[in-house]
């Protein structure tokens, strides 16, 4: 579900006791990205980092020089760009996504990137990272896509070392408009191959695929006008994402839910209310899990 990016935060401004001295440049590191699509991105980075506290590694660990640091589906490279502020500049940072397009032009000596897909890193990364990162794969891979991917994930990580995988569940009021967006999506999802329940069961899928000391941490971002500038903003990205499906909802001739485009429409009108009457959260889980260490013989 690529439509993700739709609940990037348009919030661009930050205040001065926010920005931190170690904060990258943006306008240095990615000029060869069109402007409003770079902008997208860094937003939606920066809107999740701000329901994570601005913290960017949750793993106990303390990287000793010369080890190496991955991130999966890094996009435009922002979080290794954040990290690489925040650990030795001995420690290399490579990222890996299933396109170049996002890619800094300009980024520091001990960052890196390359193509490849998360679901066939390469064969000479077994036991080769510190610490690896992956982020929001969960509404663009199917499930058994996801699982593999997870499972290269134990692969290249070295034994002993941590990887932090995140991932994001919709806001749904709980009225008769959000019980159909949320039957919407289910149902789109499904059809996808798509598990939209994945982020609810992190510590499971983690603990399935070899990992221990799993552990989740749940943020989230509360939509409606009652909560200020950003919970209008989520209030906004839902009902931007629920428009975007229109289409392929009623090419799909409703999934039960809704008869005609003009429902639809009813629907998302509807939701606009319901995000400000009801509660109802955007939830980010953050899962920190350890590769175990090797028996000795």
């Known amino acids: 579900m690529d439509d993700l990016a739709l609940l990037g935060d348009y919030d661009f401004g930050t205040s001065a006791e926010k920005r931190s001295k170690k904060s990258f440049d943006t306008k240095k590191f990615l000029p060869g990205i069109r402007k409003a699509e770079k902008h997208l991105m860094?937003?939606?980075y920066q809107t999740y980092q701000r329901l994570l506290g601005n913290k960017s590694i949750f793993a106990p660990i303390t990287f000793a020089p010369n080890e190496r640091i991955l991130e999966v589906a890094t996009g435009g490279g922002f979080w290794m760009l954040d990290v690489a502020t925040q650990v030795?500049?001995?420690?290399?940072?490579?990222g890996v996504d299933r396109s170049s397009r996002h890619f800094p032009k300009q980024h520091p000596s001990n960052v890196s990137f390359s193509?490849?897909?998360a679901t066939a890193l390469p064969f000479s990364w077994e036991d080769y990272f510190a610490f690896a990162h992956q982020r929001f794969l969960s509404l663009s891979l199917t499930l058994p896509e996801w699982k593999s991917a997870l499972s290269e994930l134990h692969r290249v990580v070295k034994p002993g070392g941590w990887v932090q995988v995140g991932e994001i569940y919709p806001a749904f009021p709980p009225g008769e408009f959000g019980t159909k967006q949320k039957a919407i999506f289910y149902a789109i999802s499904q059809t996808r191959g798509l598990?939209?329940?994945?982020p609810l069961h992190l510590e499971f899928h983690l603990t399935a695929a070899g990992f221990v000391n799993v552990k989740v941490e749940e943020s989230q971002g509360r939509c409606g006008a009652g909560h200020g500038s950003q919970g209008q903003t989520y209030k906004g990205r839902m009902l931007?994402?629920?428009?975007v499906m229109k289409s392929e909802v009623i090419k799909a001739g409703g999934f039960g839910v809704v008869a005609s485009k003009q429902e639809y429409d009813l629907m998302v009108k509807g939701l606009e209310k319901e995000y400000d009457q009801y509660e109802s959260e955007i939830r980010l889980f953050t899962c920190v899990a350890q590769k175990p260490f090797k028996e000795k013989p």
């Open 42 to 44: 860094l937003l939606q």
């Open 88 to 94: 030795p500049k001995t420690v290399s940072l490579h």
């Open 115 to 117: 193509t490849c897909p």
């Open 195 to 198: 598990d939209l329940d994945i």
């Open 240 to 243: 931007a994402l629920t428009k």
